[in-house]
């Protein structure tokens, strides 16, 4: 099983490389076009601001590559925002692959939206044996709106996507590395899919 972490410099690689290892899998960080086409799993990682990261993407041309690729890719936190079609946060264009919108939580709660909380309507094999309001951790100031191709939802002023399913593409605005067992769980499904 080959992993590629994709490395576009705004991802929090060494933690996810250390979750893999826990399941015994090596997973390598690489932004080389050819490497990341031939993997068997793609993870699509993201810390820090959208428009920023979006412009490392075009630099190398990432942005183009992404939403074609046909093997299970699982974006993580400001990965998956990247894959919808546009975000709040510097009035980013996004990849198009989820048809939703991301947009920034108010000033009613605070912000960002750091720690543990709860996964609800929870779908698809993503979850297999993850229970209903299961706590994942999540640092986030935006959040997906959501859509028909919500897999799971969360609660922080209101309910937004906070899992995300289209074709082989997947998206989780928690972190499943720094989300114990569940999140390790979680990673393992992934791994499990069948295309």
């Not at 183009?64 to 980013?92: A, D, F, H, R, Y």
């Not at 909380?117 to 299961?134: P, S, V």
């Not at 074709?167 to 295309?195: C, D, M, T, W």
Request: proline share 3%.
């Amino acid at each position: 099983m080959k992993v590629v972490i994709i490395d576009y410099g705004a991802g929090n690689i060494k933690s996810i490389q250390f979750a893999f290892q826990q399941l015994g899998l090596e997973a390598i960080a690489s932004n080389d076009y050819n490497r990341i086409k031939t993997a068997d799993r793609i993870i699509f990682p993201g810390v820090g601001e959208a428009s920023s990261a979006m412009t490392e993407l075009k630099k190398s041309g990432l942005d183009k590559l992404i939403p074609i690729l046909k093997q299970p890719v699982l974006g993580i936190c400001l990965g998956m925002q990247l894959m919808c079609l546009e975000t709040e946060e510097g009035n980013t264009n996004g990849l198009g692959v989820f048809n939703t919108r991301v947009k920034r939580f108010t000033n009613s709660v605070k912000v960002p939206q750091m720690g543990w909380n709860t996964i609800q309507n929870l779908k698809t094999n993503l979850f297999n044996n993850i229970k209903e309001e299961e706590y994942m951790y999540l640092v986030h100031s935006y959040y997906a709106i959501n859509c028909q191709q919500t897999i799971a939802t969360t609660n922080y002023e209101l309910s937004y996507a906070t899992a995300l399913h289209k074709n082989n593409f997947y998206g989780v605005q928690f972190h499943p590395e720094k989300s114990s067992l569940a999140g390790q769980q979680l990673l393992q499904n992934f791994i499990n899919i069948r295309e």
